[in-house]
Protein backbone atom coordinates (compact mmCIF):
# COMPACT_ATOMS: atom_id res chain seq x y z
CA UNK A 1 0.00 0.00 0.00
CA UNK A 2 1.25 3.61 -0.83
CA UNK A 3 0.70 7.14 -1.84
CA UNK A 4 2.46 10.23 -2.64
CA UNK A 5 2.59 12.98 0.02
CA UNK A 6 4.10 16.15 -1.10
CA UNK A 7 6.51 14.68 -3.60
CA UNK A 8 7.45 12.21 -1.21
CA UNK A 9 5.98 8.14 -1.71
CA UNK A 10 5.03 6.85 1.68
CA UNK A 11 4.94 2.70 1.53
CA UNK A 12 2.99 0.99 4.04
CA UNK A 13 4.15 -3.26 4.22
CA UNK A 14 1.73 -4.73 5.19
CA UNK A 15 3.10 -7.95 6.55
CA UNK A 16 5.50 -5.86 8.93
CA UNK A 17 3.26 -2.91 9.06
CA UNK A 18 6.59 -0.90 8.78
CA UNK A 19 6.71 2.58 6.91
CA UNK A 20 8.99 3.88 4.27
CA UNK A 21 9.77 6.98 2.34
CA UNK A 22 10.85 7.60 -0.69
CA UNK A 23 12.20 11.17 -2.82
CA UNK A 24 13.66 12.14 -5.68
CA UNK A 25 14.69 9.44 -7.93
CA UNK A 26 13.58 6.67 -5.61
CA UNK A 27 9.79 8.27 -5.56
CA UNK A 28 10.32 8.45 -9.64
CA UNK A 29 11.28 4.65 -10.01
CA UNK A 30 8.69 3.56 -7.43
CA UNK A 31 6.33 5.04 -9.49
CA UNK A 32 7.39 4.02 -12.60
CA UNK A 33 7.69 0.87 -10.86
CA UNK A 34 3.65 1.06 -10.28
CA UNK A 35 2.72 2.76 -13.61
CA UNK A 36 5.14 0.38 -16.28
CA UNK A 37 6.51 -2.48 -14.42
CA UNK A 38 8.91 -3.32 -16.86
CA UNK A 39 13.02 -2.77 -15.90
CA UNK A 40 13.61 -1.62 -19.58
CA UNK A 41 10.80 0.84 -19.86
CA UNK A 42 11.85 2.33 -16.51
CA UNK A 43 15.10 2.74 -17.49
CA UNK A 44 14.63 4.31 -20.45
CA UNK A 45 12.18 6.76 -19.06
CA UNK A 46 14.40 7.48 -16.05
CA UNK A 47 17.41 7.98 -19.13
CA UNK A 48 14.97 10.48 -20.46
CA UNK A 49 14.48 12.40 -17.01
CA UNK A 50 18.59 12.31 -15.67
CA UNK A 51 21.69 12.59 -17.28
CA UNK A 52 23.68 9.51 -15.90
CA UNK A 53 25.63 7.36 -17.67
CA UNK A 54 23.57 4.30 -18.99
CA UNK A 55 25.41 1.70 -17.16
CA UNK A 56 25.34 3.27 -13.70
CA UNK A 57 21.69 4.09 -14.20
CA UNK A 58 21.15 0.20 -14.60
CA UNK A 59 23.44 -1.31 -11.65
CA UNK A 60 22.11 1.64 -9.45
CA UNK A 61 18.00 0.60 -10.84
CA UNK A 62 18.84 -3.05 -10.11
CA UNK A 63 20.32 -1.99 -6.51
CA UNK A 64 16.94 -0.46 -5.68
CA UNK A 65 15.02 -3.04 -6.98
CA UNK A 66 17.29 -5.57 -5.16
CA UNK A 67 16.78 -3.77 -1.99
CA UNK A 68 12.96 -3.45 -2.13
CA UNK A 69 12.27 -7.24 -3.15
CA UNK A 70 14.85 -8.06 0.11
CA UNK A 71 11.96 -6.01 2.20
CA UNK A 72 9.28 -7.72 0.71
CA UNK A 73 7.90 -4.30 -1.15
CA UNK A 74 8.05 -6.20 -4.77
CA UNK A 75 8.43 -9.11 -6.37
CA UNK A 76 10.18 -9.60 -9.67
CA UNK A 77 8.79 -11.30 -12.11
CA UNK A 78 10.58 -12.97 -15.20
CA UNK A 79 9.03 -12.58 -18.58
CA UNK A 80 9.81 -14.75 -21.89
Known amino acids: MWREFGG???IL???SQHY???TGSGN???QMIAEYGSSDEIIE???AKY???PE???ADFENFVQELTT???VRVLATD
Do not use: A
Request: proline residues 0%; aromatic residues 8%; negative net charge.
Open 56 to 58: NLR
Open 28 to 30: DIW
Open 8 to 10: EVV
Open 51 to 53: DVD
Open 20 to 22: FGL
Open 13 to 15: ELE
Open 71 to 73: KGM
Open 45 to 47: RLR
